[in-house]
């Protein structure tokens, strides 16, 4: 694993984290809390007010922006991008760069089970549902209903993962 001096990391004094967490190099984790067993791959940044559930897999290059819940059992492919504002600009309106009081974070639940493949980006407000799994390359920008898998650009229901359908 880490053959690099520690600072290769940034793990903040306020992260929570739990039992057996592996942090591979390269990460930024700040304010955010980290469940047991959960696997964080190298360049992951993982903000305040994000919060891992128990075994759950973040792979390398992702962003989990503040405002990111993720459950239990959940997979993270490469690259993905959580996204937590609407309406993102630099300034406000008197033209001084933004503050935390010049927008609304906008939370995303990824409920257990789910998993994301590389490359897609979720947009925030809405929910994943349990064992849901989302394509390689998607754009989310609905709800994913739970057990289905969901692709493309906006990703549409690909087929039902639930046997009785």
């Not at 984790?29 to 791959?41: R, T």
């Not at 630099?90 to 409920?111: F, H, M, P, R, Y």
């Not at 849901?132 to 549409?156: D, E, F, H, Q």
């Amino acid at each position: 694993m880490s053959t690099f001096p520690q600072s290769c990391q940034r793990i903040a004094s306020d992260v929570k984290l739990g039992k057996n967490v592996r942090i591979h190099d390269f990460t930024n984790l700040y304010g955010c809390e980290i469940g047991d067993d959960v696997k964080i791959g190298t360049f992951v940044e993982i903000q305040k007010g994000a919060k891992i559930g128990n075994r759950c897999k973040v792979s390398s290059h992702t962003f989990v922006c503040e405002g990111v819940v993720l459950e239990d059992d959940v997979f993270i492919g490469h690259n993905v991008t959580f996204i937590n504002d609407r309406y993102p600009r630099a300034t406000n309106g008197e033209g001084l760069l933004q503050s935390d009081a010049d927008w609304d974070c906008i939370g995303t639940l990824v409920k257990s089970g789910a998993s994301i493949g590389s490359g897609a980006t979720l947009l925030c407000g809405i929910t994943v549902g349990e064992n849901a799994l989302i394509g390689a390359g998607s754009v989310v920008t609905k709800n994913v209903p739970p057990n289905t898998v969901v692709a493309g650009n906006p990703a549409r229901v690909v087929k039902s993962l639930d046997p009785e359908r």
